[in-house]
C-alpha cells in the first residue's frame, strides 16, 4: 500500500469512521455466531419432526455447517484479492442469510443439511473479510482492540441464540422461526453498502482514485494535506 496513506491511517486517532466500522463489524459477526448454537438448542425438536433421526445424522449435519465454513473462508479470501472485500463480503452476507432463513422451511433432514452448509459457506466468508477491513483501516493503537471488539459479536451471538431457541420452543412448541432471524442483514443490505468501505489496498491496485479518495475523505475530509495519491 502508498506509504503515505499507511502513515496517514496508522498516526490517526479513533474517529467516528471507526466506530462505525467496528459496530458494523461487530453486528455481522454476531448473526456469524448466531447459527451453530441455534442449530445445538433446537436439536430436541428435530427429533419430534423427523422420528427417524439418529445421532449420527445430527452430528453430520452439524459438520457440514463448520466443513462450509472453512470452504467459505478459504475461497472468500482468495476471491477478494480480484473482486474486492466489499463486494465478496457483501455477497457472503446475503448468502448466510438465505441460507441460515431458508432452513426454517427445510422440508426434510437432508434439505436442512444442505442448507447449514450453504449458511457456513456464507459466515465463513464473513468473519476473515470483516476482520481484514478492520485491520486495515483502524488506527496502529486500536487495531487490537477494533479486531477483539469485532469477534466478540461470536459471543453475542451465541447468547441470544440460545435465549431465542429457548423461548420459541417453549412458547411456541417450534423449532422453525429460530432461523427468522437470519434474514435481518439483508434488510439493512442498503446500509451496509453505504457504510462499508473497499480496501484502500484493493482500490490502489485498481487505480480506483476516486473511490479511495471518497472514504479517506469519510476518515478525514483534511486527508489531501496528508497523503499524495
Known amino acids: 500500500m502508498n506509504n503515505d496513506i499507511v502513515k496517514f491511517i496508522d498516526s490517526r486517532k479513533f474517529s467516528r469512521f471507526d466506530t462505525n466500522l467496528v459496530i458494523l463489524g461487530v453486528f455481522l459477526i454476531t448473526f456469524t455466531g448466531y447459527a451453530a448454537p441455534a442449530y445445538g438448542s433446537i436439536i430436541p425438536m428435530l427429533f419430534k419432526e423427523w422420528a427417524d433421526l439418529n445421532w449420527d445424522q445430527l452430528g453430520y449435519v452439524g459438520s457440514l455447517s463448520e466443513f462450509g465454513s472453512l470452504f467459505g473462508a478459504l475461497v472468500c479470501s482468495v476471491i477478494?484479492?480480484?473482486?474486492?472485500?466489499?463486494?465478496?463480503?457483501?455477497?457472503?452476507?446475503?448468502?448466510?442469510?438465505?441460507?441460515?432463513?431458508?432452513?426454517?422451511?427445510?422440508?426434510?433432514?437432508?434439505?436442512?443439511?444442505?442448507?447449514?452448509?450453504?449458511?457456513?459457506?456464507?459466515?465463513?466468508?464473513?468473519?476473515?473479510?470483516?476482520?481484514?477491513?478492520?485491520s486495515e483501516y483502524s488506527p496502529k493503537t486500536s487495531k487490537s482492540k477494533s479486531v477483539a471488539t469485532a469477534l466478540c459479536g461470536n459471543q453475542f451471538g451465541a447468547i441470544i441464540a440460545s435465549f431465542v431457541a429457548i423461548y420459541v420452543t417453549t412458547q411456541f412448541g417450534q423449532?422453525?422461526?429460530?432461523?427468522?432471524?437470519?434474514?435481518?442483514?439483508?434488510?439493512?443490505?442498503?446500509?451496509?453498502?453505504?457504510?462499508?468501505?473497499?480496501s484502500a489496498l484493493f482500490m490502489l491496485k485498481n487505480k480506483d482514485v476516486e473511490g479511495l479518495k471518497r472514504v479517506l475523505s469519510r476518515i478525514d475530509a483534511n486527508y489531501a494535506s496528508s497523503i499524495n495519491i
Open 175 to 198: 423449532w422453525r422461526p429460530v432461523f427468522w432471524l437470519g434474514f435481518i442483514p439483508v434488510l439493512l443490505l442498503p446500509y451496509i453498502i453505504k457504510t462499508m468501505p473497499e
Open 80 to 134: 477478494s484479492r480480484r473482486f474486492g472485500i466489499k463486494r465478496v463480503l457483501i455477497t457472503t452476507v446475503m448468502i448466510f442469510c438465505i441460507g441460515t432463513f431458508s432452513q426454517a422451511f427445510a422440508p426434510t433432514i437432508n434439505i436442512f443439511a444442505i442448507l447449514r452448509f450453504i449458511a457456513g459457506f456464507g459466515f465463513g466468508g464473513v468473519i476473515p473479510l470483516v476482520l481484514s477491513l478492520l
